[in-house]
């Protein structure tokens, strides 16, 4: 079962959602994998900090941001 929410994102990390994942439900998804691995990382909150979780969250866009940005270099050597 899913559930609709809200998230604001920064304008960069939700262009570079759209990039990874085109339409809202794989959006979801994404996101919804993300949480999961921050969750499940070692120390991570067991449900009782949402500050914890979303610093975790703000993590895992910075290091998309930074595997993003690997990847344009690369793309632009190969041309």
Known sequence: MTQR?????DEDAAELL???APSPRKQGEYLSGLIREAAARPGAPNGGDPEALRMQVQGLVSEIHKI????????S???
């Open 77 to 79: 050597q190969d041309e």
């Open 68 to 75: 993003n940005a690997r990847l344009l270099t690369l793309e």
């Open 5 to 9: 929410v809200c998230v604001h994102l």
């Open 18 to 20: 759209k990039q990874l």
